[in-house]
């Protein structure tokens, strides 16, 4: 512990015998410290020096003891006092400990209480340093976080606003604490709003995450995810109750909120664009139907073949010349459903064609 915080301890009381046997115990308790016989001097080292604790007698000479603490606290707010009574003092626990001292010690006292007293003073100051440390950390994440982070009270208003609420819906923390969170809600969404925060109040397991749309400063309207977490004592009950009927059981609530605006929009799109691709869809069917009655309507043969003389497509008619049933002849070879030869002959016209560019007429039947 002295390693970590190294506290400088400053012992004030004009009874020289005191103020020599109280800075001893300190020095061998192995923590820096100095001595004065007077607030006045006190006042004046504490201008010139730093100390983190002062240890000092409450009845002396011109400015006494809470005296002296007050006008040392206005200049250094951070120093911690231990305030030594004698036996006969005037002055009350609670008096001191009102007046800004964090512990007091009764004359006369054993090293060992005065070790236990600035132990637990050292041991408060770095525990407060690590809060301080700790919050200003969070306090750094919270605001460069690109969400809406915030707390609500039982009655619905915000308690707390951080992260990104300028930056998103335009209004300053300053503008909102105090005021109902529905002041910031799509007016058609009030109502689900209401439910939601009712729901955190009176259901054991409420929902955790929902949609709302909220309004910026500008009047224009924002989709968020909020994700909420209860801060209760355990309650069931219905979430039908009216907004301001409170419940000493919720504590409140703490959520985030984050800017879905662009994925509500991309959702949009993407589904009008599903909806837009099924009308496509529908109408080639209805095109794809037209042309294959057309295809199988007409009184010419019409075959579809592949490069490779596949039949691909064959109509009512062409099956008919071919003497085959219909459908039958899909998947054969052009040149013999027609000639019955192979493809070698230098009779078929569809061969010349694709070889030469030229067509030369010709008999295809048998």
Not at 85 to 112: C, H
Not at 336 to 359: F, H, N, P, W
């Amino acid at each position: 512990m002295k390693e970590q915080t190294s506290p400088r301890i400053l012992v004030v009381d004009d009874d020289e015998s005191v103020r020599k046997t109280t800075t001893r115990m300190i020095l061998r308790m192995g923590y820096p410290r100095d001595a004065v016989s007077s607030g006045e001097e006190a006042l004046e080292k504490l201008q010139r020096e730093r100390f983190d604790i002062v240890v000092s007698d409450i009845a002396m000479e011109g400015m006494n003891g809470l005296e002296f603490m007050e006008k040392a606290k206005e200049r250094s707010p951070q120093l911690d006092f231990i305030i030594m009574t004698g036996y006969t003092s005037e002055y009350s626990y609670t008096d001191i400990v009102k007046a800004g001292a964090i512990d007091y010690l009764a004359k006369p006292f054993e090293r060992a209480e005065l070790q236990a007293r600035l132990e637990r003073v050292i041991k408060e100051r770095h525990l407060l340093r690590q809060l301080k440390e700790s919050e200003k950390r969070y306090s750094a994440l919270v605001e460069s976080s690109p969400d809406i982070i915030y707390t609500l009270d039982p009655e619905g208003k915000f308690s707390f606003i951080g992260g990104a609420m300028e930056k998103l819906l335009g209004f300053s923390s300053e503008e909102l604490v105090g005021k109902h969170f529905t002041s910031v809600v799509y007016p058609e969404d009030i109502e689900k709003a209401h439910w939601h925060l009712n729901e955190q109040k009176t259901r054991e397991q409420p929902s955790k995450r929902f949609e709302l749309r909220l309004k910026t400063k500008e009047g224009e309207t924002k989709s968020f995810e909020v994700y909420c977490m209860v801060m209760d004592l355990s309650t069931l009950g219905n979430c039908n109750q009216p907004i301001n009927l409170k419940d000493e059981t919720f504590l409140g609530a703490h959520a985030v909120a984050r800017d879905v605006t662009q994925r509500k929009w991309a959702e949009e799109a993407l589904l009008e664009s599903h909806d837009e691709l099924e009308r496509t869809l529908s109408e080639l069917k209805e095109t794809q139907k037209y042309i294959s009655n057309i295809f199988q309507a007409a009184g010419d043969a019409i075959r579809v073949i592949d490069k490779d003389f596949n039949i691909l497509r064959a109509n009512i008619e062409m099956d008919r010349l071919a003497g085959m049933p219909i459908g039958e002849s899909v998947g054969k070879k052009c040149y013999e459903i027609l000639r019955g030869e192979s493809c070698d002959t230098d009779k078929c016209a569809l061969r010349q064609v694709l070889a030469g560019g030229k067509y030369r007429k010709d008999s295809l039947w048998r």
